[in-house]
């Protein structure tokens, strides 16, 4: 899953941002309104977190914005403001849920892995091929019934392969879904993964690749 968070309170975004990332989240960030409202509109998040009151842009017309554009973005506002009027407003606005300062941590992650399932295709509760299975909600695979051990990275890979049905995912793609806006656009790190990743799942092989064109978790009808 693939999240912004924009937050002008520094201290809170990267302590969101790192909390996320041990869920196995891609996240970028953004300290200010207008930052956050390009970021927004050039990379496809499944979720961005979104303070409301933001210098520069503010994060109301941040919000109509995504809104108004048909993305299939989810927006989780948080405010420190927690009155039905300003809860009422924002979800007017725009926002898929609302979220009032302070909030609890666990309860943020629980309401942003619930807007990243509203924000992409219906998919199966465990990804299967073969004898893989993939509980996305647990966050665990196995295979024959033998549980394996991924990073969260590798875990990435193999569900945006398995999400494809069978259809070719390019590195592209894969960098874009799986890691943050710092990652090198040219770093071989999805070869690699992939590589790691085929070891880890064992034979037969699993995933094949497509020269020229990426990447495909073979033997889905």
């Known amino acids: 899953m ?21 869920r196995g989240m891609a996240v970028d960030v953004a ?6 409202h390009e970021a927004a509109f050039v990379t496809r998040y499944d979720v961005v977190i979104l303070d409301r009151d933001l210098p520069g842009v503010h994060g109301d017309r941040i919000c109509a914005d995504l809104a108004a554009s048909g993305a299939l973005t989810r927006v989780l506002m948080l405010t420190a403001s927690g009155t039905v009027a300003d809860r009422v407003e ?14 609890a941590f666990d309860e943020l992650v629980a309401r942003v892995q619930a807007l990243g399932r509203r924000a992409t295709p219906a998919a199966p509760p465990v990804l299967a091929v073969a004898d893989l299975e993939l509980d996305p909600a647990r966050r665990v695979v196995s295979r024959s019934g033998v549980p394996l051990e991924l990073t969260n990275k590798e875990f990435g890979v193999l569900a945006e392969l398995l999400k494809a049905r069978g259809a070719v995912v390019s590195s592209e793609e894969l960098l874009e879904r799986v890691w943050d806006a710092n990652t090198d656009p040219f770093t071989t790190i999805v070869r690699v993964t992939v590589m790691t990743l085929r070891k880890k799942l064992g034979d037969p092989p699993l995933i094949d690749t497509v020269v020229g064109a990426g990447y495909r978790v073979g033997g889905v009808s």
């Open 2 to 22: 693939r999240v912004l968070v924009v937050e002008d309170e520094r201290n809170l975004a990267d302590a969101i941002a790192r909390g996320l990332r041990k």
């Open 31 to 36: 300290y200010d309104g207008n930052a956050g």
């Open 90 to 103: 924002g979800l007017q606005l725009g926002a898929d849920d609302y979220l009032a300062k302070p909030f």
